[in-house]
């Protein structure tokens, strides 16, 4: 008996353990959506999940009827009649899958379409760039670019343009959008809109190398009035530093003083003379909620581990470590990017 329970016991830990691990939270659930592109997917997963769970009960019940009716039974020994090459059996299992195939490919092809490119002219034109492992966010009409946190206005439509930078990834936000892969040398299209104001969880859904699991973004919807004032913060550029820690850290970064820093060898702050496309784009680093495309809270003390030694955070990622910055130097670098909104 306590052998059994235990045994209960570890399938229950053995199913939680796995739904956790298939990432079942819903965060990232396609039967949670929260805007019309996610709403057509779920309702396409439903209905085709309802057809398979159809389809399991009815072959698990037609299983067990012909396992007891057929049974072989106490001195009956005789061979139950033989129907291999019945017509009409061929015939009817031929036709309900092509009749639930067309019935369910009629929905998907609409919703491939409908889900491809927006209607509205005045959709908001996002270009995604994948990049071994973080999300660029270009808006070419705005002029502005950020990483790894997409800020959205709730209510309008955002068209996506999906390209990479190196190898192939995946731009795949359940909740708002669904998935789409980012291919080489190749544009592609999607679109979403959020219903309401919410972050929603995003994350490379494509293996894509070492850090591929440590490949998130976030899309922030917020009102139409707040996204104004981001766009506009971001048109602005960096404002210039006035605390001298923070201004220490800045001639640091752009090289000014003898520097072990390099920064500007490989990140942009838009209206300053660090100009480089190899990293994420840091005009607004201190207002993100998240560093190293989303594994970590965006602090101090996480900033600071990031900058001194990014590989104990995400292995294998390209930003190169500073083991020889002093604590000092360390801190006004830090300051300056915290300062950075
Ligand atoms: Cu990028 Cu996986």
Redesign the pocket.
Known sequence: MIRRGGRLLGLAALLGTSLALSGCTTKMSLFDPAGPVAEMQSSLLRLSMWFAIGIGLFVTVALLFVVFRFREKQGNRSVPKQIHGSTALEITWTLIPIVILAIVAVPTVQTAFATKETKDPNALQVRVV????W?EFQYPELGITTANELVIPFGRDVALTLESAD????FNVPRLAGKMD?IPNRKNHMWMKADAVGEFQG???????T???N?LFKVFAVTPAEFDQYVAGLKDGAAEPTDPVAMAGRDLFMGKTVSKANCISCHTIDGTKAQAKVGPNLTNIGSRTTLASGIIENNEAMLKQWVRSPQSIKPGNKMAPHPNLTDEELNAIVTYLQGLK
């Open positions: 994948g990049h071994q492992w999300f190898v192939i990834h995946s980012i994350q490379c859904a494509e293996f894509c190398g850090s591929h699991a490949m």
